[in-house]
């Protein structure tokens, strides 16, 4: 599958790089990583899109400047997609782009990836998205400048939960130690991301955790956010990112869902979990999916009424 990439980034020379709405670190990190790895081969050139602002907890990137929310009046060789697993995580503008004249790559580490592009890259034991291209780089023989070490540790340490998640396996830390050499830290990384957080945030939190509800038999957990919470705190989408994590710490707790109101009847469900139980099976009975550790879901309707369904069927489940 590599194979095939690098064909295609070797015979074309304009791309649009894609990533998923409610960008996070992976996303972020491999927008930031493929765009240089683009730049950094003669005659080629690249735009970054991602319909969502990005967070500020990555503003120390300078590469974040290059990412644009919106389409740039161009014309395109190749889209490529990054992070993405099914193309419903693609606004309508970006779906457009399936099934036309461009050709469509897919770069992605999700094991429920649809291979929606028409060359796919995947590999679901890959930690994220950003080991991927660190691969196109090593294949290529490209060397990698500062940006694009950090960003691709980053992609690392947050889709492993700090190298916690299952997916945290003997390439992963012999990876991120390559990079480590290679002049990345890990400490700084830690501090720009999780102990940079707004005061906003920390309220947010607060009020999560205030809320948190507990099956001690089922060993579940569970909390919510109300779309009233928005403008109490004057938070926005990124400001959940790592609340769930944080939630999820509790002792004798082995899956924690967070319910997040998003106003116009959307729910959001961000889940976690904890030793041998996977997620994504609560996930899937709701549409959605992720990881083993990490997964996500949509539902509409009444927020009440959606949480005591999804704690009933988890129950069930487990």
Not at 212 to 225: C, G, L, P, V
């Amino acid at each position: 599958m590599i194979e095939k990439v690098i064909e295609v980034i070797e015979s074309n020379k304009n791309f649009l790089i894609l990533s998923h709405k409610d960008p996070d670190g992976d996303s972020v990190g491999s927008l930031i990583s493929f765009n240089n790895l683009i730049n950094s081969l003669d005659g080629k050139k690249s735009s970054c899109v991602c319909i969502d602002d990005i967070p500020d907890i990555y503003s120390f990137f300078s590469g974040i400047k290059k990412i644009k929310t919106r389409l740039p009046d161009e014309d395109y060789d190749v889209i490529v997609f990054l992070d993405i697993a099914v193309d419903h995580r693609l606004n309508k503008e970006f779906q457009s782009f399936l099934g036309h004249q461009f050709l469509t790559v897919n770069i992605d580490h999700h094991l429920s990836n649809t291979f929606f592009a028409d060359v796919n890259y995947v590999e679901e034991n890959a930690a994220s998205t950003t080991v991927l291209i660190y691969k196109l780089f090593k294949e290529l023989n490209l060397k990698m400048n500062q940006e694009s070490i950090d960003a691709i540790l980053l992609g690392l340490m947050t889709d492993t939960g700090n190298f916690t998640f299952n997916t945290s396996r003997s390439e992963t830390f012999k990876i991120a130690a390559d990079l480590i050499d290679l002049g990345a830290s890990v400490s700084f990384l830690k501090e720009q991301v999780y102990f940079s957080q707004p005061l906003r945030k920390i309220k947010l939190l607060t009020k999560i955790m205030e809320r948190i509800s507990i099956d001690a038999e089922n060993k579940i957990a569970w909390s919510y956010s109300r779309f009233s919470d928005w403008e109490r705190y004057s938070v926005t989408s990124p400001d959940f990112e790592g609340i769930p994590e944080e939630c999820n710490s509790i002792k004798n707790v082995d899956l924690f869902i967070l319910f997040r109101e998003e106003g116009n009847g959307l729910v959001k469900m961000n889940l976690r979990s904890k030793g041998a139980l996977d997620s994504r099976i609560v996930a899937k009975r709701y549409g959605g999916g992720g990881h083993f550790h990490a997964s996500g879901a949509r539902c509409f309707g009444d927020l009440d009424q959606i949480i005591d369904s999804v704690i009933s069927n988890a129950k069930n489940i487990f």
